[in-house]
């Protein structure tokens, strides 16, 4: 057999392998989740962290699916998920690369792993989910190439329809113009990085630091994790004219190290941060491999000197839900954060512990980074009676809000209970906090929270980049916003360095006396 058509029939069937095994990774299953964006007819299916959308109702009953087994949930809650891009279809080995509508088969395994696609996101659907995709050309080559290879700036006014009316775009293009004839080393300008740099530019000017453009590299690494498990140093990190700690997470290698809530990180590995770093590019930086260091400087407020701290990366696996009993009759219950099935767990150990004669509880949500609305809403409602309101959606001027309400009937909506808050409680956190609050008269004590209350959207665009554009933010039952304010508590008490050292924890012992001269239901 000729050399060259042995290779090719080599290739082809080890392409072919890869394929065919990894079809049965994302197989549609009877029970598994499905979600409807609220106020939409949209429903998805959920696989491994990725949303797969359900185009017809057609498609829908071919699949066996119980219409009765979907779930209606918030835009915040479904932008965690990224979106599936990859199919195939039962029986065939070519894997395809879905937008707008259209399928596009990638012809190579050069092409897919130019891309950077990942075997295992494949995702198996059925005949008439795949003949409902329109057949557009095929992939050869990096995506991010494809409108690269020439950019073509004219001074002439702009015809693209959906260019915005009355502005002017003459400086942006005499710009472009002046650096393409003068700039002293023209051979090495990248236009499409020029093009980059204008849009991260164009966000940046928002004011917003959650709105951000993803270059197609940046875009491929980025993801949202919501399953409890992911790789790093164990810290959510924020931004307050800088990149902060939102909190370290329990028993990881950051808490370990002595990272604390409110430290800002100035430079990783020496690399500096500026006021400009995003939360996005500062992750990048700090997360790696598993047994890796990495090196965080960072300022701490009350010391003047700046501290390091020398990490090594693992594999996290943060818990959820635990409880212990105080005094005669106080249930302390900790919720570390909002991912998994922490509204499952928060349930189970309120009933253990009422089941085991406590009456009143404390819940602590501090340093509770958030996660998952769902789970605030579920928990939420443990508290608030049926119709209460929890929060709400605003998505700005001339738009409607979304309200999510208590489903009723809770373990605890009788059970005298305050919250415990602080710096570190940030976003779900927020939401139930100021829920409670707001809703059932619950007094909060500790420190004013973090202030993340704002819906960031995922939107792909053409180049294979996306932006990281906010849509929306959270308003409390009250009317008060959390993004930015924080929720404030009723009795304010710090817990201090020394508090911590000596072992106190007077947020705790204040929660415990106010919670005891609550009466009884």
Not at 161 to 184: C, M, R, T, Y
Request: glycine share 10%; aromatic share 8%.
């Amino acid at each position: 057999m000729n050399k060259k058509f042995s290779i090719l029939i080599l290739c082809l069937l080890v392409f072919g392998a890869l394929f065919i095994q990894t079809d049965l990774v994302f197989g549609f299953e009877k029970n598994t989740r499905l979600l409807k964006e609220h106020g939409s007819g949209k429903v998805y299916v959920l696989a491994k962290a990725r949303k797969y959308w359900i185009r017809s109702p057609e498609i829908f009953n071919s699949y066996q699916f119980d219409w009765k087994n979907i779930k209606e949930t918030s835009v915040a809650e479904l932008i965690k998920y990224s979106d599936a891009k990859l199919i195939s279809k039962a029986g065939d080995s070519k894997v395809y690369y879905i937008a707008d509508g259209k399928k596009r088969w990638i012809a190579t395994p050069q092409a897919f792993n130019a891309n950077g696609f990942d075997w295992q996101d494949i995702l198996q659907i059925g005949q008439l989910d795949f003949d409902s995709y329109l057949t557009s050309k095929e992939i050869t080559g990096d995506l991010s190439q494809e409108s690269s290879g020439t950019v073509t700036v004219e001074m002439q006014a702009i015809t693209d329809i959906n260019a915005p009316q009355g502005i002017d775009f003459s400086p942006l293009w005499e710009a472009w113009k002046q650096a393409e004839s003068k700039f002293v080393d023209k051979d090495k300008l990248n236009k499409q990085e020029m093009v980059t740099g204008a849009i991260k530019g164009m966000l940046k000017a928002t004011g917003d630091p959650y709105t951000v453009f993803f270059d197609p590299k940046e875009a491929k690494k980025f993801s949202q994790d919501v399953t409890g498990y992911f790789g790093g140093i164990g810290a959510e990190l924020g931004y307050k004219n800088g990149i902060v700690i939102v909190t370290p997470l329990k028993n990881t290698p950051a808490e370990k190290a002595g990272i604390q809530a409110g430290d800002k990180i100035l430079a990783v590995d020496g690399e500096s941060f500026t006021d400009d770093t995003t939360v996005e590019e500062a992750v990048t930086k700090i997360r790696g491999e598993k047994g890796t260091k990495v090196i965080l400087t960072v300022k701490r407020k009350g010391i003047d000197e700046l501290l390091e701290f020398s990490i090594v990366r693992d594999t996290i696996k943060v818990p959820t839900v635990e409880w212990e009993k105080k005094g005669a009759d106080i249930a302390h219950i900790k919720v570390f954060n909002f991912f998994g099935k922490v509204d499952e767990d928060f349930h189970n150990a309120i009933k253990e512990a009422l089941a085991q004669g406590n009456k009143r509880i404390i819940l602590d949500l501090r340093n509770n980074p958030g996660g998952i609305l769902d789970a605030a809403i579920n928990m939420s409602s443990e508290f608030i009676p049926k119709s209460g309101l929890i929060v709400s959606e605003d998505f700005g001027e001339k738009q409607s809000k979304n309200e999510f309400r208590s489903f009723g009937g809770g373990l605890a909506e009788n059970v005298p209970t305050v919250v415990l808050i602080n710096g570190g409680s940030a976003s779900a956190s927020e939401i139930v906090a100021g829920a409670l609050k707001d809703s059932r008269g619950i007094k909060l004590i500790g420190e004013k929270t973090f202030g993340k209350g704002s819906i960031q959207e995922i939107v792909d665009i053409k180049g294979g980049g996306s932006l990281k554009i906010t849509i929306a933010k959270w308003i409390r039952p009250s009317g008060k916003t959390i993004e930015g304010e924080g929720v404030m508590p009723d009795i304010t008490i710090e817990l201090t360095d020394v508090d911590k050292i000596a072992g106190r924890d007077p947020q705790l012992d204040k929660a415990m006396q106010e919670v005891n001269l609550l009466p009884l239901r």
